[in-house]
């Protein structure tokens, strides 16, 4: 307080006047001396944190200390958490949009195999939404040889009479 009073004395307009201050060299020299010192002080504070966080150098800390560590723990855990599932949630909504592009589309390739066979009735068992598992479950990924993909078609005899060699299995590969 003394050195503000001291400073005030020495430059009674100050900036009031709008004349720039000019500060004496060992003035700025503490100055930044004593911020050069703050600072280290708050990195090793900050350091300090961090390796408590991690679980590091806590022998010294009494109950209270380490309740409240316990609790800052918990809450970023739950805080991270939170973020995980958002990201999860998001991911399973972007699936789902794809899952059910795939079925428009080979809904699209189903009625073009029909047709380039000479097919003029086909039924195809719609996609519902029922056969979108629960994100929870956890179902074996496909092989990566060929699968067979089941799916219904209803032609009509004159057609089928036509098409001895009609393949009703998809094969995916």
Known sequence: ???????????PDGIQT????????DVMVQ????????????IECSYQTQRHMMGEDLGHLPLKELQHLEQQ?????????A????????????L???ELQWHEENEILRRKIASAHG???????PFSSQTIVNPLETREPPSL???SVPFSLHVNQKNLRENQNLQTSLQLG
Do not use: P
Request: no cysteine; net charge positive; hydrophobic share 30%.
């Open 31 to 42: 100055y930044w001396s004593r911020e050069v010192m703050r600072m280290k002080q708050q």
């Open 96 to 98: 789902r949009i794809k």
């Open 73 to 81: 723990l918990d809450t970023g855990l739950n805080r991270v958490r």
């Open 18 to 25: 709008g004349r720039i201050m000019e500060y004496d060299n």
């Open 119 to 125: 097919m003029t009735e086909v039924a195809v068992r």
């Open 83 to 94: 973020r995980k599932d958002q990201v999860l949630r998001e991911q399973i909504d972007s």
């Open 145 to 147: 040889g060929t699968a």
């Open 1 to 11: 307080m003394k050195e503000i009073l001291d400073r005030y004395r020495k430059y």
